[in-house]
Nanobody, 114 residues
Framework: QVQLVESGGGSVQAGGSLRLSCAAS????????MDWYRQAPGKQRELVAS???????NYVDSVKDRFTISRDNAKNTVYLQMNSLKPEDTAVYYC????????WGQGTQVNVSS
């Protein structure tokens, strides 16, 4: 079955960096696009970044030029490099895949203090 396992969250001060990883299994990773979403307390889950099977990327405006999504098809892993972190980036970050259904990882907490 499909499994998405995130890691790499933690607590950093504003201006710091984190790299999130999502290890995927149970499907043909290299032919599928992948996404990172986040959900802050009291807010709706929002799409942060996407990457197609061909490596094309897209970002929400609030993270452009700070976050980079990438993938390693040999490792079945998608990454989110987050630089210049801000307190408003504090959220639970989720890896996401759409096949016939939507699949989500368990989430990884990112806390950014001012």
């Amino acid at each position: 079955q499909v499994q998405l396992v995130e890691s790499g969250g933690g607590s950093v001060q504003a201006g710091g960096s984190l790299r999130l990883s999502c290890a995927a299994s149970g499907f043909i990773f290299r032919i599928n696009g992948m996404d990172w979403y986040r959900q802050a307390p009291g807010k709706q889950r929002e799409l942060v970044a996407s990457i197609t099977s061909g490596g094309r990327t897209n970002y929400v405006d609030s993270v452009k030029d700070r976050f980079t999504i990438s993938r390693d098809n040999a490792k079945n892993t998608v990454y989110l490099q987050m630089n210049s972190l801000k307190p408003e980036d504090t959220a639970v970050y989720y890896c996401h895949l759409t096949l016939q259904n939507d699949y989500w990882g368990q989430g990884t907490q990112v806390n950014v203090s001012s």
